[in-house]
């Protein structure tokens, strides 16, 4: 079956649009009518018109377009592609960690279930982060949830002081200081720039720390022919199609190992085409949730 064309003239019947992240199989990329990072695609769920969404990146994702779109049908791919990093931050066990700490304004990265964010005052992305950490008053306690290297990260950047979770990427979260160190002895002359959601003593050495997006866009801008990129292999497929004259390299483990994110990968052109034509894997969520929810992911967009 040509899944393309099929997905086409389905997507014209249920008048639907795909969304897909950077971190997806190329061929997904490719058919995406928006392609991008977590804060654009947000960003696109809250402005489309379409009656049908399918969600081609992990459950989160898929439940955040559900939130800003509660009237819309809303679909993901594969109900298995979760996030590592959401997962490290049950709901229950955040819940007693605010209880703890009854005096602090929370902020979430995006990457979270619905149920922490609707304990949240407000939702962030590697991309606003900064800017939305920089809206609360100086006497404002603060938590920063659940990613803490990119927590740490913040409180570097911004010296704000932010209670942090502990929680973490485990992709992101597998590279070291170590593996940089090989790739730079091999190649020198690369420019080194890293995801946020990377360990502390790896970003240390980036060039240049930044989103999905900013990443692609700094390498797109920099005269540099070689660039070295510590985050998910993905990136690649965007990386190559704008910038073909340049030698990019995911950093990769010392024994030579790439680390994918298994669940991203899960989505693929057959199960797509699924969604469309069967309707499988509708996100149902809980209206009070979704409502609760809603209003600081509301207040992130308000404020990129």
């Not at 079956?1 to 389905?10: A, G, R, S």
């Not at 998910?232 to 190992?257: V, W």
């Not at 309707?279 to 509301?298: G, Y």
């Amino acid at each position: 079956m040509d899944f393309v064309k099929e997905i086409e003239v389905l997507k014209k019947e249920k008048k639907a649009v795909i969304l897909a992240h950077y971190y997806t199989l190329p061929e997904v990329q490719e058919i995406a009518d928006c392609l991008g990072d977590s804060l654009a695609l947000a960003q696109y769920a809250e402005k489309t018109d379409a009656e049908t969404i399918v969600f081609a990146g992990v459950h989160f994702m898929a439940e955040t377009a559900k939130i800003l779109n509660p009237e819309k049908r809303v679909f993901i791919p594969d109900m298995g592609s979760r996030c590592s990093l959401a997962d490290t931050c049950p709901a229950k066990e955040f819940a007693e960690f605010l209880k703890e700490n009854p005096d602090h304004k929370v902020i979430s990265y995006i990457n979270c279930s619905a149920e922490v964010k609707a304990m949240s005052d407000v939702i962030c992305t590697s991309g606003n982060a900064e800017r939305i950490v920089g809206s609360f008053g100086e006497g404002d306690k603060l938590i920063f949830a659940p990613d803490e290297n990119l927590g740490s990260f913040l409180v570097k950047k911004t010296g704000r002081q932010m209670l942090l979770w502990n929680g973490g990427c485990h992709v992101h979260f597998k590279l070291d200081e170590e593996d940089y160190k090989e790739a730079a002895k091999a190649y020198p002359e690369a420019v080194f720039i890293a995801h946020p959601e990377c360990r502390e003593s790896l970003l240390k050495h980036a060039a240049f720390v930044g989103s999905t997006t900013a990443l692609i866009k700094y390498v797109e801008n920099n005269d540099a022919p070689m660039f070295i990129v510590a985050t998910e292999e993905g990136i690649m497929h965007e990386l190559s199609r704008r910038c073909p004259s340049k030698k990019i390299m995911i950093l990769k483990k010392r024994e030579r190992k790439v680390y994918n994110c298994a669940y991203m990968k899960l989505n693929n052109l057959q199960k797509i085409h699924a969604c469309l034509k069967d309707e499988v894997n509708e996100i149902i969520m809980d209206r009070e949730i979704m409502e609760k929810a809603r209003k600081p992911i509301m207040r992130m967009l308000s404020l990129s």
